[in-house]
């Protein structure tokens, strides 16, 4: 057993609240396990060893009434999450036996645990770090394969490595320009500053590199805002209703409803996409109404990530296509994927003269706007604007970063973006050749951002911050 901070014995309920088959009640501090041993039926539990299962019910010793029959699961400090000794109890998934459940074991002792406080034990109690913590919250949030990768590398504390060997090379350097800094006005120079020019260089590209990761990891953990744009019936909310079924048939039986859908979200090869349908473009709106739906799509246009410019592919001609996504995208940096719908209605010459034509139709200002052709009223040609559209959000990005870390965590990419900034100092600093005192200070900066991330380096207020954004039971 080893020492651990808290004296307290928490409990909360750590599956979603609601009915269920099963429900898990958790309990962590030194009492966890007396207290579960005096409301349970084998009073042997109390000499249990750790990692053991243990089947029986549960009584309230006031009334003798038997609340449920039971699975404790039992864990001894310190091998366990919170290091801790850590109970939990499966038990029947209703509300009324939870709220039972719970109110006994605070009536035996224990107190009802706050927002993410058995991971923050965790952390406290040294069994994971502060980036890992934070990964056990994206983990519980991940919905698509992508994140969950992401988030399980993040946890099992592969970038809190690649930080702490960043650091520990760093943390060399600093010594020696405080131990110049102790010899005061003799002028000696310990550290060698070709050597720390060099080491410099080599952490400013890793922690560039993962600056850059950040991006991807924002589009892998928050998905990519895609607006569907197009004239009136080019056929938008068929195609977004399309994509739609096609997921669902694949992941999940939720019926098909007749909603029209707005704005959803679609998992497509582990990415996560938003799709927005938008109210019909046209040049001269018909109404006001109208005037003003067209206003708000060239504002979605503006925030999204991708633009999907849909067109029914009998009633314009490439020329038409390219003006109107070039007066949609005029100053914006913005993917942009050509979609022709309706090819059921168009001979395969007719589809095959448009992509020759709109191929060759590129203005030169503009860079190349890859076209689909599909029918979405018939489900045809789905999985090629699938691929266009993996292939235009991740390009090659994805593919030079799938084995390294990525940055997912604002958090994060706040201390290394302040990191990158005094490394830069230092680095300026050696270059101008500044005094031994300015180089010391700017690199304890950049170490002290970088140990934010892993939480060597801790207020308080940060720690508050991070681990109220759990919830309960976490
Ligand atoms: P929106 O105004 O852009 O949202 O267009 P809708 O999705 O409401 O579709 C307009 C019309 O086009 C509807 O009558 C659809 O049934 C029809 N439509 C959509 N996709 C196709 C298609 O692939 N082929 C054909 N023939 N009709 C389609
Ligand atoms: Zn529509």
Known sequence: ???????????????????????????????????????????????????????????????????????????????????????????????????????????????????????????????????????????????????????????????????????????????????????????????????????????????????????????????ITAVIAGRPNAGKSTLLNALLREERAIVSAIPGTTRDFIEDEVSIDGLRFRFVDTAGLRDNPADEVEAIGVKRTRQRVRQAALLLYLFDLTEMTPADVQAEIQELTTGLELPVLAVGNKTDLASPEIQNAFAAEFNATIPTSQATVPLVLLAAGRNQGLEDLQSALLTQVRGSALENTASATIVTNVRHARALETAALHLAAVQAGLDTGRGTELLAADLRHALAALGEITGDISSEDLLTSIFTEFCIGK
């Not at 449920?68 to 939990?88: C, G, H, I, M, Q």
């Not at 394969?145 to 930080?163: I, K, Y």
């Open 1 to 223: 057993m080893v020492q651990t901070i808290f004296s307290d014995t928490i409990v909360a309920l750590s599956t979603p609240p609601g009915a269920g088959a099963l429900a898990v009640i958790r309990l962590s501090g030194p009492a966890a396990i007396s207290i579960t041993a005096s409301v349970f039926s084998r009073k042997s539990l109390a000499e249990a060893g750790g990692h053991t299962l243990h089947y029986g019910t549960i009584r309230d010793p006031a009334s003798s009434d038997i609340l449920d029959e039971v699975v404790v699961a039992l864990y001894r400090n310190p091998r366990s999450f919170t290091r801790e000794d850590v109970v939990e109890i499966s038990c029947h998934g209703s509300d009324y036996v939870v709220r039972q459940v719970l109110a006994l074991m605070l009536r035996q002792g224990a107190r009802l645990a706050e927002a993410g406080e058995f991971t923050k034990r965790a952390f406290l109690n040294g069994a994971l770090d502060l980036a890992q913590a934070e990964a056990v919250a994206d983990l519980i949030a991940s919905d698509s394969a992508l994140s969950h990768r992401v988030a399980l590398n993040q946890l099992r504390g592969g970038f809190s490595q690649e930080l702490r060997d960043l650091r520990a090379r760093l943390i060399k350097f600093a010594a020696l320009l405080e131990l110049e800094l102790d010899f005061g006005e003799e002028d000696v120079e310990f550290a060698d500053r070709t050597g720390l020019a060099r080491l410099l260089a080599e952490v400013r590209g890793v922690v560039a590199g993962l600056l850059r990761s950040f991006e991807l990891g924002n589009v892998i953990k928050n998905g």
